[in-house]
């Protein structure tokens, strides 16, 4: 049965996720990105690209060349987007620290997510820390999606208990 929640409605300068539209979308983004593990920035840049799907945070895609070179490793998972088409996955690894399947690229999206093809997005929750624009992400509820939650935003959120039929 389909529960759809009450948005919060949004703060000045916030988004809302229920603004969001379905099908999901991608669009450019200057914001800077940065994501930290194992006390390593591995990834900065102000060239991603952020993806936008009604109830869900914007989850951001880095491209590869701001991606330290040598901290992913394909862990040979494969998941199926809807929208975007297949996955792949890395395990991210700084010295002796390890975050299986942390971060994920699309090799060939479909038509519409084609500006993402070969740029890395990234778990919040698996890594060290996340930012945009400086200000500290929190992960999307729940452990499936990629999204970063940020002050920016107004949800609720997909991923949590309860918000399956969403």
């Known amino acids: 049965m389909y529960n759809r929640p009450k948005p919060t409605p949004p ?8 603004d969001y539209p379905r099908p999901a979308i991608c669009e450019p983004t200057s914001l800077p990105i940065r994501v930290v593990f194992g006390e390593t920035t591995i990834a900065e840049t102000d060239q991603a690209q952020r993806t936008l799907e009604t109830s869900h945070p914007p989850t951001y ?3 590869p060349v701001s991606v330290l070179d040598g901290v992913l490793y394909p ?3 494969r ?3 809807e929208w975007k088409g297949q996955a792949r ?3 991210v690894v700084t010295g002796s620290k ?7 690229a699309y090799d060939a999206p479909t038509p519409t997510f084609a500006p993402i093809k070969g740029y890395v997005a990234f778990y919040p929750a698996l890594m060290e820390a996340c930012f945009v624009d400086g ?7 729940g452990g499936f999606y990629g999204g970063w939650v940020t002050s920016h935003v107004a949800g609720p959120f997909k991923g949590g208990p ?3 039929g969403w």
């Open 75 to 77: 862990s040979g998972h």
């Open 11 to 18: 703060a000045p300068g916030q988004e809302s996720v229920w």
């Open 79 to 81: 998941t199926l987007c």
């Open 89 to 91: 996955y890395f395990d």
């Open 98 to 104: 390890r975050a299986a399947n942390a971060a994920w």
């Open 162 to 164: 309860g918000s399956m």
């Open 61 to 63: 895609y880095l491209p």
């Open 135 to 141: 200000e500290r992400v929190e992960p999307q509820p």
